[in-house]
């Protein structure tokens, strides 16, 4: 441990002076602490030499993230100004309404946070959780389980429904569990990400108004790609993520607070349990105050900036007919290869695509195959549905028919050399 340098410097310039200098001449060191003194050699056992980073060019076709726009990495490399900058403070504007456009919501707590996607869920949860607050959590996948587990460290009394990994919720299953616990808050996945389904959302809202909850919903996979309507829908709170559908890379979890949910959180007993995403704190930089919480991740929102806008230039609408249109091309080359799709074509989400791997096929060895001879990413199967499907995004800037049909191709020309030499066309159960 060296000296502090306040313990060895003099003012230059008198008592109040901005100018210190640390004093060439330490004081002389006790013998007992002589061993303690700065060393004099550099330990160098962590010292790399690396070479300039050199990321190879990878098509981005799993769950997440998905490749980012050029005009967003470009927009990323730009020198970074001042978080107070008054530019920048303009650009915070035009963020926060661009989330609004994108989410079809006037709510005026709508930022980005600093973090990804689970961030921003965790805000959710954070700032509207008290303990011992029912929370009803809808559970067809992976990121149902993860609100879950979220919402009981925030102290929640946590009610689980779920539907086989695959499957959807009813408005009747739902409004029996709203009946039988009385929630505060209805958490669930808009878009399930680990099995490829879109909740029909329809009717929840008018639901959870009945039954006086708050309707918390997860649009990580769906925000860019598929129809959102949240105050149509009367989502109450929404987070999302940066690396999808918005065509930036991963590093920001757009969130947005309604009316009903912030009068929960003017409410509280107590302060929100965790400090870093504390609204109401965050609500004094992003709103007319201007007042320092964090330095914020000033480049992640010149990308986002970016990102919001070419999705505004499209038009919101264009981009869902986008991404269904490609999905469509998807599902249709993929079944006329004789491969499976995991969900009903109704339920079936634009942005994430989940094919059943075929028996006796080495799932990972396919998609590693993918990568290390094509560049190309695609996803496995999380949790039960490991090693039983694959799972193909088409999300934001990747979503085109180019992108759909060079991975047909190689399914169609390169997929056979993995199946066993007799195999029948029937997928693993799954
Ligand atoms: C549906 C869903 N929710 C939450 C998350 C968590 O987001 P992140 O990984 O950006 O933290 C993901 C990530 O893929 C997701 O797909």
Redesign the pocket.
């Known amino acids: 441990m060296g000296w502090p340098a306040a313990q060895t410097g003099h003012h230059h310039n008198g008592g109040g002076g901005r100018y210190f200098l640390v004093s060439s001449h330490p004081p002389s060191v006790p013998p007992a602490l002589a061993s303690l003194t700065t060393p004099t050699t550099v330990n160098n056992a962590h010292r790399l030499g690396l070479a300039p980073i050199a990321t190879p060019e990878r098509l981005l076709l799993g769950?997440?993230p998905s490749n980012a726009h050029p005009v967003v990495l470009e927009a990323l490399a730009r020198s970074p100004i001042g978080h107070l900058d008054p530019l920048y403070i303009e650009l915070m504007g035009e963020v926060q309404e661009l989330l609004r456009y994108v989410w079809q919501t006037d709510n005026r707590l709508t930022i980005p946070m600093s973090g990804?996607?689970?961030a921003a869920?965790e805000a959710t949860l954070a700032n509207t959780v008290e303990p011992g607050d029912t929370v009803l959590v809808a559970v067809m996948g992976y990121?149902g389980l993860?609100l879950a587990e979220m919402a009981g460290r925030y102290r929640a009394e946590v009610i689980t429904i779920e539907r086989p990994w695959g499957e959807a919720f009813s408005l009747d299953e739902l409004e029996a569990a709203l009946q039988e616990h009385k929630p505060t808050i209805l958490a669930m996945?808009h878009?399930?990400?680990s099995t490829g389904v879109c909740q029909p959302m329809e009717g929840i809202g008018e639901l959870c108004r009945r039954h006086d909850c708050l309707l918390l919903l997860?649009t990580?996979?769906s925000l860019g790609g598929v129809p959102l309507y949240l105050d149509e829908w009367k989502v109450d709170l929404a987070y999302s993520?940066s690396?999808k559908g918005l065509s930036c890379p991963?590093g920001l979890?757009p969130f947005t607070m309604g009316p009903r949910a912030e009068l929960k959180l003017m409410n509280r007993q107590g302060k929100v349990p965790n400090w870093y995403l504390d609204v109401s704190l965050l609500n004094q930089y992003w709103g007319s105050d201007r007042v320092y919480h964090h330095t914020a991740p000033v480049n992640m929102n010149f990308g986002i900036r970016e990102a919001l806008r070419l999705l505004a230039d499209e038009g919101i609408e264009a981009s869902w007919a986008r991404h269904r249109s490609n999905a469509e091309r998807l599902w249709a080359g993929l079944e006329s290869l004789g491969l499976e799709l995991h969900v009903p074509a109704e339920l079936r989400l634009p942005t994430l695509t989940t094919v059943r791997i075929p028996e006796g096929v080495d799932g990972k060895a396919f998609s590693r195959h993918l990568l290390d001879r094509h560049g190309i990413e695609i996803g496995g199967g999380l949790g039960v549905l490991a090693g039983k499907i694959w799972r193909i995004g088409l999300m934001g800037y990747n979503s085109t028919p180019e992108n759909v049909d060079r991975l047909l191709n190689l399914l169609e020309t390169e997929l056979p050399a993995f199946r066993p030499s007799q195999a029948p066309l029937a997928a693993v159960g799954a």
Do not use: I, L
Request: aromatic letters at 6%; hydrophobic letters at 25%; one cysteine or more.
């Open positions: 769950p997440g990804t996607g689970s869920m990121f993860r996945v878009a399930e990400t997860d990580v996979t993520c690396q991963p979890g």
